[in-house]
């Protein structure tokens, strides 16, 4: 989950639909993210700077991630399925020596081994899962391109094998080597098995604007569309919607404060439930 169905503008917002990667994901498959451990593998294979394709095998045991083993269950059974999840990444214009605007484009997929329950029978239990990706960002309009102050694994242009040389490097509070100016994005999820997965797809939208108000370069203004489609074998749940207006004032390479409004429209998908206005703030420190 450090590693694939990401994308670099999901760092800009607070809602849990993108934060991190896609809700739709996690919520259906057991996939090791951020303090969740699990035992696994990969492979990567860069051959130049815009062409990156990658593939990992992960033990799909969802015991490791119960709260009273504390993360630290290192148990490593088969039996309880593996995953397997593969992606291939285009990007350009990352680079300060080339004139292009940045922008990139991942396809990916998974499956699943386990077995899973049946939404409309929760007594049957059916063997696999499935889903795919792809999210896609592009500069449209292009600023001066600001002097970077943070860890030198995160400068524009550097490899992925650079890039994981660094621990943790996506908690860095540094916003991301990249030119002023205006980035649009987007990313759509697609998971086809509506009898297992309680969302079936999510489709997101969005807009990144770093350099406003001026002299402020590090500053970065973000909003979101995202809408969640739950399964229809879900009785009284169909589609939950989430819009998101934000904005970073980046203190220092070391720290930021966001505040940050939300708009619910029907949560969990249901039209039951009042659609809600959702008031929050972020800041992160980095030591």
């Known amino acids: 989950g450090d590693i694939f ?19 739709a994901i996690v919520s259906n498959v057991f996939f090791p993210h951020y303090r969740t451990a699990a035992w696994g593998t990969r492979f990567s294979y860069q051959p130049t700077q815009e062409w990156h394709f990658i593939t990992g095998l ?19 059974d088969l039996k309880q399925g593996c995953l397997v999840v593969s992606q291939i990444t285009y990007a350009r214009g990352h680079d300060k020596t080339q ?4 922008g990139s484009a991942t396809f990916g997929g998974y499956y699943e081994s386990s077995r899973f329950t049946d939404l409309s029978d929760p007594s049957k239990r059916r063997q696999g899962n499935y889903g795919f990706y792809f999210n896609a960002d592009q500069m449209i309009y292009k600023g001066e391109w600001p002097d970077y102050k943070g860890l030198a694994p995160m400068r524009s242009g550097t490899m992925f094998a650079e890039r994981r040389q660094q621990p943790y490097h996506q908690q860095n509070t540094m916003l ?20 297992i997965n309680t969302q079936t797809y999510e489709l997101v939208a969005g807009l990144v604007y770093q350099g406003l108000p001026p002299n402020r370069n590090r500053d970065a203004t973000a909003f979101c569309f995202v809408l969640g489609h ?3 074998d879900l009785l009284g749940q169909g589609n939950e919607m989430v819009l998101e207006l ?3 004032f980046q203190l220092g390479p070391w720290a930021y404060i966001t505040p940050d409004i939300q708009y619910v429209i029907n949560p969990n998908g249901q039209r039951n439930i009042n659609d809600s206005l959702v008031l929050g703030i972020e800041t992160s420190f980095n030591f």
Do not use: I
């Not at 169905?5 to 809700?23: D, E, F, H, I, K």
């Not at 992960?58 to 490593?76: E, I, L, Q």
């Open 246 to 248: 934000n904005h970073r």
């Open 5 to 23: 169905a990401v994308s670099p503008m999901y760092q800009y917002y607070l809602t849990s639909a993108v934060n991190g990667r896609p809700a």
């Open 58 to 76: 992960y033990n799909a045991d969802s015991n490791v991630a119960k709260p009273t083993s504390h993360g630290a269950d290192f148990s490593f």
């Open 230 to 232: 739950f399964s229809p």
């Open 176 to 195: 991301l080597d990249r030119p002023k100016g205006l980035t649009v994005w987007g990313t759509a999820v697609l998971s086809p098995q509506e009898n």
């Open 99 to 102: 004139n292009k605007l940045p």
